[in-house]
């Protein structure tokens, strides 16, 4: 299970969980696999492939239960049973109600099912999914890059770039992992992001969400073109515009803006920007983990990543530093919000 676990962190699955499998056939490992890309093969069927025959009579250890309905590929469970394999170890129980159940199927195959084999390791990879699942809305990161002095650009707007190359790789590989992003009006305007990945082995882009209030941006910007255009947020009474959604009038919900998020199908979302827009969701009490990356440069002037008047400090959120990562002179910052 250990090794599953360690090939459950590969890929970019996102929506869908990550899963590992190993397959073991007389004390041997006969078979691996993991959950690479959404609409691609699952650990399960892909260390079945690597086995072969071997999976008769074989024991398989798998991180998440395996799944029992068809989505964009078959069920697991029926490729199990198939193979005849002898018992399932899984670590997690599948939350998702029109996945789970995949244990039961096994069993009423003739197949032993054993749940719960270093659960909490597993689930820790998976930690972003599950939390989605279970409150059925999407998990919450903020990412933010800037000066050692808390500045996220200069005075006249210049922020390219405040981190090296490395950490801006780790910041697209993060929009991979969460699944989708999510930005304000004025990051657009700014910047004109692309807010793809542009990394190598990616099936799935990110999926595009903009904040624009009164619909006062053009269809010229980087994210509104290509074949998946961006997702924009506007209020009732703005112009209407391809492939948005209306929030309520007086400005935006971002619980029911969240709510339709997950209702698209995204399991995370990362908030990329601006201060403005940090400030909401913190405001909110939605953000459930901060990036920060923090570049090798003082500032000295210019805005800070976040503004606004907060709560007195006896009532300030409290946030518990998760792990830290180093590229070259640079550091991210991973805080997870104390609950």
């Known amino acids: 299970m250990k090794v599953a676990i360690e ?26 696999g993991f959950h690479n890309y959404a609409g691609g093969p699952h650990a399960e ?40 394999v002898r018992q399932v170890f899984f670590a997690v129980a599948d939350p998702n109600p029109a996945a789970s159940g995949g244990a ?21 990879v998976n930690h972003l999914w599950l939390t989605a699942v279970q409150r059925r809305s999407p998990f919450v990161g903020l ?23 490395k950490a801006r790789t780790e910041g697209r590989r993060l929009r991979c992992q969460y699944g989708s992003v ?7 305007q700014t910047d004109n992001p692309l807010l793809t990945s542009r990394i190598k082995g990616v099936v799935n882009e990110p999926a595009r969400f903009v904040l624009d209030a009164k619909a006062s941006l053009s269809g010229q910007y980087h994210v509104f073109q290509g074949e998946h255009p961006a997702v924009r947020f506007v209020e009732k ?36 920007g601006g201060a403005i827009t940090a400030k909401g969701f913190l405001d909110a009490d939605l953000v459930d983990r901060l990036h920060l990356f923090v570049g090798n440069v003082i500032l000295g002037d210019g ?5 606004g008047q907060w709560k007195p400090l006896e009532d300030a959120i409290r946030w518990r530093l998760n792990h ?6 640079c550091v991210e910052l991973i805080y997870d919000r104390v609950l």
């Open 7 to 32: 090939l459950s962190k590969k890929g970019f699955p996102a929506p869908n969980p990550h899963v590992g499998c190993v397959i073991v056939k007389n004390g041997e490992i006969v078979g691996r």
């Open 45 to 84: 069927v892909e260390a079945l492939k690597q086995a072969d025959k071997k999976s008769e009579g074989a024991d398989v250890f798998v991180t998440l239960e395996p799944c029992r309905h068809f989505g964009r590929t078959p069920p697991c469970t029926q490729a199990l049973i198939a193979a005849k």
């Open 104 to 124: 039961d199927v096994l069993r009423s195959a003739g197949i032993l099912v054993h749940q719960g084999l270093l659960q909490d390791e597993a689930s820790r």
């Open 143 to 165: 990412k933010v890059a800037m000066s050692l002095d808390g500045r996220i650009a200069l005075p006249n707007g210049t922020s390219q770039w405040i981190t090296n190359e």
């Open 182 to 188: 999510l930005v304000g009006r004025k990051t657009i």
């Open 237 to 272: 009474a703005a112009v209407p515009y391809d492939r948005e959604i209306a929030a309520d009038g007086g400005g935006f919900d971002l619980k029911t803006l969240l709510a339709k998020i997950y209702e698209y199908g995204n399991k995370g979302v990362l908030i990329e």
């Open 303 to 307: 805005p800070p990543w976040v503004t």
């Open 324 to 329: 830290t990562k180093t590229f070259g002179e």
